[in-house]
């Protein structure tokens, strides 16, 4: 089903994030709100929903680089424990929203939404959002099957109650934001760093410094405090990379911000040395 077609079919998810109003589409060209709010829908098949321009650090070199890895297999095992927990939390025959906050270039979401579909009657409305339009943009171009804004998770364009499922994964949250949008008794997975996440990269980059060790607790306490029927599940596993990956996964991390290139050339050589992936998947019930 196309961009189009899924807004009017799916239209009543959306609210202004001007007005807080509900919002319907216009000729196949634009959504608009009652108070004539007007967003243009692009020809790629997104509409930009920020009220503002805003910077995102995230750029076209870095989303390509995490398509690169995502088509490589590099994030197949969390893809697989988050498809598991989606199927533990749904009930069989019950309609299936997933939005996924902070989705980047959309290859995460659209690889959960085909392998949810295989169990399901009728196709799972698969929705995206990210601050970068960069990230929005390829993530139009190439999954057809969802919907794709621009948009800010602190100010989500949706009316309440509207997913079953949140996704939140290497990115920034805004649990306020994400009670309201879910559903009653919906679910937000959020996908955090474990301690031991890319711990070749960040012993080359960070020896001797803070930043050789990372601490999740902080974040684990803080959505304990806003969900209920909290779950963590670990993802931890080993990968080799070529020289090709290993240069997309140096462009990929954040951890590669601000060294230098004789730092990056020293990363460049853990090519064939297995990477540690570790992320830890935190499930939690909506009020």
Known sequence: MSFIDLLAHHSGVLRC????????????????????????????????LLNRSMQSKYDKRLFDSRRRMAVSGFFEPLNQALVEGIRGRHSPGQPLTILDAGCGE??????????????LCHPPLAVGIDLSKEGISLAAAEYKGAMWFVADIANCPFASRQFHFVLNVLSP????????????????????????????????????????TYSNDHTLAQFQKYFERTEVKRVRYRVSLNPSLLD?????????????EQQRQKALQLCGTAITVDFMVLLGQSL
């Open 106 to 119: 959309g290859s995460l979401l659209s690889g959960i939404r085909m392998k949810l579909e295989q169990d």
């Open 248 to 260: 997309s996964l140096v462009d990929m991390t954040p951890l590669s911000w601000g060294v230098t």
């Open 17 to 48: 994030p001007l007005c807080l109003g509900p919002m319907r589409t216009v000729e196949s060209r634009s959504i608009v709100c009652g108070s004539r709010h007007c967003f243009d829908i692009s020809k790629l098949g997104y509409v930009n």
């Open 173 to 212: 949250a805004n649990y306020t934001e994400f009670q309201r949008i879910a559903a009653a008794g919906g679910t937000v997975l959020k996908v955090i760093p474990g301690s031991e996440y890319l711990m070749e990269l960040r012993d080359l980059l960070y020896k001797g410094s803070a930043r050789k």
